[in-house]
């Protein structure tokens, strides 16, 4: 019989799991794992970029805000039909899932917004399943998004509650939870995860697992980032993100929100196939991967270096099932 669901988790029994010898916790994630999903099966989701840079938000983590002087390019929104082509050749590459970034505070109801519109009704004709991140949302706009096709909207917390205000300023963890609100009402599926080695302590790790884990519905898609260390933001010279953390933190997320995809997303390009295979045995189901071979604005491994490990690890991508979860990014 299937581990239950609960939304009634407390922060004493988040914390009792995490703190469990580590190959307890991920004997019990794989438990959970295979109860409910196939272990051997792994979402490869596409992310592009259709709008780069110049964010006027100042996440601290992130290359695009146009506070710090990074190497990335400044990019407007890109034409439909570059989009599009896109798309076909990540659907082409074996990718179900297509994300679309666009480095936005929030959605302003103008011409852009329209030419999204159109990219996701796009990308949805092509059979693939469309997921956006573009900064907070109303709930006309979000409804908007979901009759144009939209099936996932990603917005992370990106980290706990307590320690959000380090991080970001322009912004407040509850505008976070509004729009994830907002999307839910549409009838949108959920994608919201946060990022680990921000600075944060365990118990804001636990911290963010119990919001996500609280939620009257868990979010279907859960991504465990590993901050990528962008030169020129203010954490470039944050340590790298210890392995075992990683896989602590997948393995938990498995355990307390069992039916959702746990995505394996931003830190993969520092990662070993074998620390990428301890990952998938704690529950991550889910990966990005891209023809350009970033994600968003940094490094990511490619789709036939990836294709290499799924043959290595007897993993194969997952059919695209629209009733499902999603993606990392704002
Ligand atoms: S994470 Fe998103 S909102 Fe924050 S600075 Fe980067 S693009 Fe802007």
Not at 105 to 125: S, T
Not at 163 to 188: C, L, M, P, Q
Request: charged content about 25%.
């Amino acid at each position: 019989m299937n581990t239950a669901i609960r939304n009634n988790w407390t922060k004493e029994e988040i914390q009792e799991i995490y703190d469990q010898p580590l190959l307890e916790l991920v004997y019990r994630a794989a438990t959970v794992h295979r109860e409910w999903h196939r272990a051997s099966e792994v979402q490869v989701c596409t992310l592009l970029s259709v709008k780069t840079g110049g964010c006027p938000e100042d996440c601290s983590y992130c290359g695009q805000a146009a506070r710090y002087h990074t190497d990335i390019k400044v990019q407007a929104l890109l034409p439909t039909e570059t989009v599009i082509a896109h798309a076909q050749k990540a659907k082409d590459s074996g990718s179900t899932r297509f994300c679309m970034a666009a480095a936005w505070r929030e959605v302003r109801d103008n011409r852009d917004f329209d030419r999204v519109i159109d990219m996701v009704k796009g990308v949805n004709d092509l059979g693939l399943e469309v997921c956006c991140t573009l900064g907070m949302l109303t709930e006309e706009q979000a409804v908007r998004l979901r009759d144009a096709g939209l099936h996932a909207y990603n917005h992370n917390l990106d980290t706990s509650e307590q320690y959000y205000e380090e991080i970001i300023s322009t912004r407040k963890f509850d505008n976070r939870i509004n729009t994830i609100n907002h999307v839910r009402k549409a009838g949108i599926t959920v994608c919201s995860g946060g990022i680990i080695g921000l600075g944060e302590t365990h118990k804001d790790r636990i911290s963010m697992l119990l919001t996500l884990a609280t939620m009257p519905k868990h979010p279907e898609s859960v991504p465990v980032n590993a901050l990528a260390r962008v030169k020129g933001t203010p954490l470039e010279h944050n340590p790298k993100v210890d392995i075992w953390d990683m896989v602590r933190m997948i393995a938990t997320a498995r355990i307390v929100m069992p039916a959702s995809v746990v995505r394996l997303s931003a830190g993969r390009i520092e990662m070993t196939e074998t620390e990428q295979a301890w990952c998938f045995m704690a529950g991550a189901n889910s990966i990005f991967t891209g023809e350009r071979e970033t994600l968003l604005v940094t490094p990511n491994p490619g789709v036939s270096e990836d294709m290499q490990m799924f043959r290595n690890l007897g993993l194969k991508p997952m059919e695209n099932k629209k009733s499902e979860s999603s993606c990392q990014v704002h």
